[in-house]
């Protein structure tokens, strides 16, 4: 196969993502592909922050992830090329993120070749993908969720994580434990760490706090089952 290579003239303006393209000067929640996960002007760091986190903790390419609420797959456009062929996963009730993530940021051709698997429902069933996980990941799920909606969450996780298997969340910390019943967006609700740790023991995971940076006010969690973090704290 020939590849042509472009020249500065074969690029006019409307080859690039300009700002309109890019969500800039929209808010959070806004219907566009990267407005309504966040910030857009933070798309591109928020990628790199997840994708730095899950590698500094182990992940290689021949292992299973799951995304919970990859939304217009700001992680999955990195980690599908990343991993083999069927490895990435995705949970995301909005279809339309998914459709125009693939659309305007990886291309069907790497759907093709990677063969990812996405599940479109909002009760966090990792389990009905009927495989185990290695990694799995929920950023920004927990600042929105209500609190039977994180001990569902967890429940599934803590079930489908292989041996050594890790989970990692993010939370907004807060005094007091947001009360609400439905799904909170966009704006973010808190829970206090230990009213999280204590559901992730519900689940049998233990939960630790990870010093890795995020732009928000969100902390990162990791959560385990007890042996891994035994087996850890061995090898460290
Ligand atoms: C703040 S965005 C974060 C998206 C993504 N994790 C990222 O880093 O860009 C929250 C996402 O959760 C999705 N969501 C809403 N309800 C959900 C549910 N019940 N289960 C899983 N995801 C849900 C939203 O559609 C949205 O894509």
């Known amino acids: 196969m020939r590849v042509r290579l472009a020249n ?42 997840q994708f730095g986190l899950l590698t500094s903790y182990g992940l290689r390419e021949h292992h299973r992830v799951c995304d919970i609420g990859c939304g217009s797959l700001r992680l999955g456009r990195v980690l599908m090329p990343f991993l083999l062929p069927g490895n990435y996963f995705g949970i995301e009730p909005n279809e339309w993120l998914i459709q125009e993530g693939v659309e305007k940021e990886c291309g069907e051709d790497l759907v093709r070749i990677k063969r990812p698997v996405f599940y479109h429902g909002e009760d966090f069933q990792v389990s009905r993908f009927r495989v185990t996980f290695e990694f799995v990941i929920a950023h920004s799920i927990f600042t929105h969720a209500t609190m039977g909606q994180i001990r569902q969450c967890l429940r599934e996780v803590s079930a489908c994580l292989s041996s050594g298997g890790q989970f990692f969340a993010t939370f907004q910390p807060a005094e007091h434990d947001h009360l609400g019943e439905a799904w909170h967006y966009p704006s973010c609700c ?47």
């Open 190 to 236: 808190g829970y206090r760490y230990e009213t999280i740790r204590a559901l992730a023991k519900e689940s049998d995971l233990t939960c630790d706090q990870v010093e890795w940076p995020h732009p928000e006010f969100q902390e990162w969690l990791r959560l385990t089952h007890p042996e891994s973090a035994a087996r850890r704290r061995e090898e460290n």
């Open 8 to 49: 500065s003239e074969d690029l006019g303006q409307g080859d690039l993502m300009n700002d309109d393209d890019r969500g800039l000067g929209l808010h959070p929640g806004d219907k566009h592909y990267r407005a309504y996960v966040g910030h857009p002007s933070r798309y591109d760091v928020l990628t790199g922050q």
